[in-house]
């Protein structure tokens, strides 16, 4: 296997490479008396690998199309409402609503048109790493008490711009979130840009009927379009085709949808004829490696800096990793099984919740629900509940579903394992999840109603400094996609974190020194992994909001600077570190 690990080394990077294209974003080293400037990490020329990629490098359209094949060998679930029927969140295919406002029901055997059938429901717009809201569903079978249960969620993902019903503009807050609920366009920019649907299941050949393991999907979704135009690069326009009932059609399919061939029009236009060589400063929108066309494997755009093939973009952040040798073999062992690959945890402190719009819908003719933070943490339980299963955690032998609909009955059963420090102890992941929810470790039981942001795990102080990096560095930054590594990398106490020091200081450090010394290749990763989490961690976080601060951000040396918090830990000042560099 090929990952993280082999790009990661533990020690310091001291050799530059000088990039003739490479753009000085700031002419010397910053002062304590300057804010702390996003430092460049890509060039003109080569900036699609910089983020979410360490192992993806080794995929192509072939390799994605292997993956789909191992996990889907009969190509049953090419379609999004497939899946769906699948997986029980409708029973049959006329019963989807690809747009509009939907019903969410938890009652089992409750199916209609517009209804979605699961365990759990909420509405979030994940601030930390991708800045997409994503309107999330889970369920399992038979149950999510029951030892062994399959466990299937799907993510609706839009834009952080929604307009209420009188056009005005919603960004990255609580009104946009509502709307992208109530509204559920099927069109981007401001509908849903693409659905990733994830199963804990077995293998779909029925090879070993009794193992569950994480497989996942990427659905585009685009409106069916004729009279395909190209006004301007990347802004094809077109005419929707419209069904019996004068609705838009839309394509949901883990394949760029062809339409009879008419939509390469919209893939060249959007894709295939941007310029390498023409882009603005901040290096939007390069022209993908790898071409796309109709009827590939569907290859998402997280980071507007060309699309990534699936799946090892979205192993970043989920674990697991793509085999070394695919692109030569073109073959997933186990029919695609994937080791250390995990459903993710809502992560509360990490989001911006919706409105409390009951009494007054912000969609003209919607239904107003209250999705602010309060209003869902009975839904954020069970979700993390039902997460809980597919990281190893099994229910307690007493299992039954309490009023609120979350699953009770005494403690839970949590794996652990013996990390590199010599550490027996849950990952990192499920030890937030549980301390989360109860009095962890003693208590499993999940007991508490609402997620506690507070918790620090057993491997980290409890007050002080340390305890101020996990929490202002650590839990923004870093957990998210690290909690679901191995426990080599999972940061699960502060002990095996200062171990990955040289890392730190290759991958987050140098980079800064690397732009300052207007050296930037473009073709290095760089930590946080993820471009919106490497813009909040440089210019900083509004604690009241959620969003981070307008560039350039917080001074360099202010104490909630995450990057002076995470030198001074490491014993730097704020410009100490590139100063050596010199």
Not at 423 to 449: C, K, N, Q
Request: charged share 15%.
């Amino acid at each position: 296997m090929s990952g993280i690990k082999s790009r990661l080394v533990g020690k310091s990077r001291i050799s530059l490479v000088t990039a003739g294209a490479a753009i000085i974003f700031c002419g010397g080293i910053a002062t304590t008396a300057m804010s702390e400037p996003v430092p460049i990490v890509g060039t003109s020329t080569n900036s699609q690998h910089t983020y979410l990629t360490f192992s993806s490098h080794h995929e192509t359209t072939a390799t994605a199309k292997a993956y789909m094949q191992a996990i889907d060998p009969g190509a049953t679930k090419v379609n999004f409402v497939d899946w769906l029927v699948n997986a029980g969140f409708i029973s049959q295919a006329s019963e989807w609503k690809p747009t509009g406002q939907q019903v969410y029901t938890n009652v089992p055997g409750d199916y209609g048109y517009g209804k979605v059938n699961a365990f759990a429901h909420m509405i979030i717009l994940n601030a930390a790493d991708l800045g997409f809201i994503r309107n999330q569903y889970i369920r399992c079978k038979p149950d999510c008490k029951t030892k062994g249960a399959k466990v299937y969620t799907y993510l609706e993902n839009y834009g952080s711009t929604q307009f209420d019903s009188n056009g005005v503009k919603q960004q990255n807050n609580a009104a946009a979130v509502s709307i992208a609920l109530e509204r559920r366009d099927g069109a981007p920019p401001t509908g849903r840009i693409a659905d990733v649907a994830f199963e804990w299941a077995p293998a779909s050949n029925g090879s070993s009927p009794t193992t569950n393991f994480g497989q996942l999907y990427a659905y585009v979704v685009q409106p069916r379009l004729t009279n395909i135009q190209c006004p301007a690069p990347t802004a094809p326009t077109g005419t929707p085709v419209l069904d019996v009932n004068g609705n838009p059609v839309v394509d949901e399919l883990y394949t760029w949808p062809d339409n009879g061939g008419t939509d390469q029009a919209f893939w060249d236009c959007k894709f295939n004829t941007r310029s390498l060589t023409t882009q603005p400063t901040e290096f939007l929108n390069p022209r993908p490696d790898q071409l796309v066309y109709s009827n590939d494997d569907f290859a998402p755009e997280l980071d507007a800096l060309g699309t990534k093939p699936m799946p090892g973009v979205c192993f970043i952040c989920h674990g697991g990793d793509v085999p070394s040798n695919i692109q030569n073999t073109l073959f997933w062992p186990n029919s695609g099984k994937v080791t250390d690959f995990r459903f993710l945890p809502a992560d509360g402190i990490n989001a911006v919740f919706g409105a409390d719009d009951t009494a007054a819908p912000l969609v003209t003719g919607a239904t107003g629900a209250n999705m602010t933070r309060a209003g869902q943490e009975t839904e954020l339980k069970k979700y993390n509940q039902a997460v809980a299963i597919t990281q190893g955690a099994t229910p307690p032998k007493n299992a039954f579903f309490a009023a609120d609909g979350t699953i009770a009955g005494g403690n839970w059963t949590v794996p652990k394992a013996r990390d590199d420090q010599g550490v027996t102890r849950p990952s990192h992941g499920l030890e937030v999840i549980f301390g989360w929810y109860a009095g962890f470790p003693g208590d499993l039981s999940m007991s508490f109603p609402s997620q506690q942001d507070s918790f620090t795990p057993a491997g980290w102080p409890q007050t002080g400094p340390a305890n101020v990096l996990y929490h202002k560095v650590v839990v923004p930054s870093c957990r998210s996609c690290h909690m679901n590594r191995e426990l080599s990398l999972d940061f699960g106490t502060l002990n095996q974190f200062d171990n990955n020091k040289g890392n730190v200081e290759q991958l987050v450090f140098q980079p800064q020194c690397d732009s300052n010394m207007n050296k930037v290749t473009g073709n290095k990763i760089v930590m946080p992994l993820a471009r919106v989490t490497w813009n909040r961690f440089w210019t900083g976080i509004d604690q009241t909001t959620n969003i981070q601060f307008a560039p350039p951000g917080l001074p360099a040396d202010d104490p909630n600077s995450q990057p002076f918090l995470l030198k001074q830990h490491f014993g730097y000042t704020a410009t100490s570190y590139c100063a050596k560099q010199h």
